[in-house]
Nanobody, 127 residues
Framework: QVQLVESGGGLVQAGGSLRLSCAAS????????MGWFRQAPGKERDFVAA????????YYADAVKGRFTISRDNAKNTVYLQMNSLKPEDTAVYYC????????????????????WGQGTQVTVSS
């Protein structure tokens, strides 16, 4: 089992930036591919970004491509989501997720593929 805790959410004006962090604890010796998802009120949980276990491959939803950057520091067991040029439509609860993966280059974009989830952090972008 791995436990995930997100932090870094908050209120920001449109055009601003935030950096979310996701700290992993527990069975962190296993290799995990990581992802970020978000869920706005009344909407489904949507994929935002993913990174493979080797830190070499990333993938983004079209809605955030060019504005968000996912990265990881395996020495710190932490994954980050740098969010720039934020828009009001980015307002949501952001969740990080983990799935065991021993294959470099493989990432996951479906929430059903991730068994481990954090509790979420609220991001609110005002216009």
């Amino acid at each position: 089992q791995v436990q995930l805790v997100e932090s870094g959410g908050g209120l920001v004006q449109a055009g601003g930036s935030l950096r979310l962090s996701c700290a992993a604890s527990g069975r962190t010796r296993s290799n995990y591919a990581m992802g970020w998802f978000r869920q706005a009120p009344g909407k489904e949980r949507d994929f935002v970004a993913a990174i493979d276990v080797s830190e070499l491959v990333t993938y983004y939803a079209d809605a955030v491509k060019g504005r968000f950057t996912i990265s990881r520091d395996n020495a710190k067991n932490t994954v980050y989501l740098q969010m720039n040029s934020l828009k009001p439509e980015d307002t949501a609860v952001y969740y990080c997720a983990a799935v065991i993966s021993f294959v470099g280059g493989r990432y996951f974009t479906s929430s059903a593929q991730y068994p481990y989830w954090g509790q979420g952090t609220q991001v609110t972008v005002s216009s």
